[in-house]
């Protein structure tokens, strides 16, 4: 059974950062893409960044060069550091895993409806 559990979220000025964590368990790395996706209130869940089971990175244009993506098989871990952050970054922040070919034959790495397992979440506030 996959489970997802974020953390790290918090409240931090504009130009200020945060690491997120997502601990996972019960499927493998080998296979599986995994993804931050963030949902602000009144708006669509959105796709972040993604990871592919062979490393390679994917991310959104609004946050190309102030994000960044990571895993560490060993602690079974997802990073997402976020730099820079805006107050349009403000939003719940959710961590979602999924096999690759599923993730492939749907919509897409940064799709949030190619992913069937999904974190709780955890806010992140940007005050300006």
């Known amino acids: 059974q996959v489970q997802l559990v974020e953390s790290g979220g918090g409240s931090v000025q504009a130009g200020g950062s945060l690491r997120l964590s997502c601990a996972a368990s019960g499927f493998s790395y080998s296979t599986y893409c995994m993804g931050w996706f963030r949902q602000a209130p009144g708006k669509e869940r959105e796709g972040v960044a993604a990871?592919?089971?062979?490393?390679?990175?994917s991310y959104a244009d609004s946050v190309k060069g102030r994000f960044t993506i990571s895993k560490d098989n060993a602690k079974n871990t997802l990073y997402l550091q976020l730099n820079s952050l805006k107050p349009e970054d403000t939003a719940m922040y959710y961590c979602a895993a999924d096999r690759c070919r599923v993730v492939y034959g749907r919509f897409g790495i940064l799709t949030p409806v190619s992913y069937n397992n999904w974190g709780q979440g955890t806010q992140v506030t940007v005050s300006s």
């Open positions: 990871i592919d089971s062979d490393g390679s990175t």
